[in-house]
Nanobody, 126 residues
Framework: QVQLVESGGGLVQAGDSLRLSCEAS????????MGWFRQAPGKEREFVAGIIWSGDTTLYGESVKGRFTISRDNAKNTVYLQMNSLKPEDTAVYCCARDRIVYSLLHTSPVDFDSWGQGTQVTVSS
């Protein structure tokens, strides 16, 4: 069973940048689409970004489009989320997830992902 561990979160000011990492162990992510989701207190889990297994295609949630960039390094079994121009409304726990199906197209619903990390807290102050 693959394990996903996120890192890179923290407390920053509005306008700052952060780079999150999601490292996989005990299994591979090489053949799988990967996604980043976030959840703020009292809100539903929200799709942030996704990347196809090859890295050729990405997809972003409307609220982060143009500010966040997802990438992956399959040799390192790691996915990244570069977050620029952070806003207070970006405050949430950010989790990475692996798609259920190998070589799948991009999904945005959490039900299509079956391996999740514990998450890393991102707090953006105004």
């Amino acid at each position: 069973q693959v394990q996903l561990v996120e890192s890179g979160g923290g407390l920053v000011q509005a306008g700052d940048s952060l780079r999150l990492s999601c490292e996989a162990s005990g299994g591979t992510i090489r053949k799988y689409a990967m996604g980043w989701f976030r959840q703020a207190p009292g809100k539903e889990r929200e799709f942030v970004a996704g990347i196809i297994w090859s890295g050729d295609t990405t997809l972003y949630g409307e609220s982060v489009k143009g500010r966040f960039t997802i990438s992956r390094d399959n040799a390192k079994n790691t996915v990244y989320l570069q977050m620029n121009s952070l806003k207070p409304e970006d405050t949430a726990v950010y989790c990475c997830a692996r798609d259920r199906i190998v070589y799948s197209l991009l999904h945005t619903s959490p039900v299509d992902f079956d391996s999740w990390g514990q998450g890393t807290q991102v707090t953006v102050s105004s």
